[in-house]
């Protein structure tokens, strides 16, 4: 890797939360933990999303010291699309989590193939808690689901029916990650659990987001 490695916090511009009424978007602690993990690792961080611009925000909590760092030092007014960069300026792509992800991760084709690309040069592709929704249509160059025979965690079942959002979210996570290879491995509800594929790593609600950043950084070393 560079003397400066590089790092893309990937977060969703999607707003609404099925037909609730209520809104969605990338969930606040999912971004400003991995950042604040990775600027004091020394990456240099940059943000993109599926549509650029400020994308929304969801559990946003004033009073913590990270959530603000992140929001007052991170350029979250002015993110980039996947279109606008090349996978080679990149050691590493963090997919943070937030309902609103389930509704424009998947289809997001430029993101997907950005990831792609970052994986197939040796980085790392990295996810938590619905995050991992980035995974279900990435393929790599000979066609296979980067999940595919690969360990992984992410927001379970019964953590979605936990929340009661198990008839709004347009597909069950775990599921869909399943359908596709991977071995899914659900811990306890909200409790902390990472999994670390090689250079996959992924974990499986916000309690895990600070220590799914910790292994991306171990990685990148």
Not at 4 to 31: C, K, N, P, W
Not at 130 to 144: I, K
Not at 161 to 177: E, I, K, M, N, R
Request: glycine residues 10%; contains cysteine; negative net charge.
């Amino acid at each position: 890797m560079a003397d400066m490695t590089r790092v893309l916090i990937a977060l969703t511009s999607h707003s609404q939360l099925g037909d609730t009424g209520r809104t969605t978007g990338f969930y606040a602690g999912e971004a400003a933990e991995p950042w604040a993990v990775f600027t004091a690792a020394g990456h240099q961080v940059e943000l993109v999303s599926v549509a650029g611009g400020r994308p929304p925000v969801d559990g946003l909590d004033d009073t913590d010291e990270t959530q603000r760092r992140f929001f007052a030092e991170a350029d979250v007014a002015g993110t980039r699309t996947a279109a606008e960069l090349t996978a080679a300026d990149y050691d590493a792509i963090f997919f943070a989590g937030g309902h609103g992800t389930m509704w424009d991760f998947p289809g997001a084709k430029d993101l997907a193939e950005l990831a792609a690309a970052i994986y197939e040069r040796g980085g790392v592709v990295a996810a938590v808690c619905h995050g991992p929704s980035a995974l279900v249509e990435l393929t790599l160059s000979d066609g296979r689901h980067l999940v595919d025979g690969k360990n992984v965690a992410a927001f379970t079942n019964s953590e979605e029916a936990a929340v009661g959002l198990t008839d709004v979210v347009p597909f069950l996570l775990a599921d869909a990650l399943t359908e596709r290879g991977a071995i899914h491995h659900p811990a306890p509800d909200f409790t902390e659990q990472v999994v670390v594929d090689g250079r996959l790593v992924t974990g499986q609600n916000p309690a895990s987001a600070h220590r799914a950043a910790t292994e991306v950084s171990r990685l990148l070393g």
